[in-house]
């Protein structure tokens, strides 16, 4: 069997905070596995991530 590996994003720093709808993707080989869209805006005192509804699952064979 393979090995099951994870990379992970968080905000570290204030600059990494790009306003507007990022798009995260899990990838096996060449294949794409699922895509989730979400909104990151601006930090009133704190940083703000909402998840949009938006994703796709596809782990047909």
């Given at each position: 069997?393979?090995?099951?590996?994870?990379d992970g994003y968080k905000f570290d720093?204030?600059?990494?905070i790009v306003p507007g709808v990022w798009?995260?993707?899990?990838?096996?080989?060449?294949?794409?596995?699922?895509?989730?869209?979400?909104?990151?805006?601006?930090?009133?005192?704190?940083?703000?991530?909402?998840?949009?509804?938006?994703?796709?699952?596809?782990?047909?064979g």
């Open positions: 069997m393979g090995r099951l590996h994870l720093h204030e600059w990494e798009i995260l993707e899990v990838w096996h080989k060449k294949r794409k596995l699922l895509t989730q869209s979400f909104n990151v805006s601006e930090p009133e005192s704190t940083r703000a991530c909402e998840p949009t509804p938006t994703h796709t699952v596809d782990l047909g």
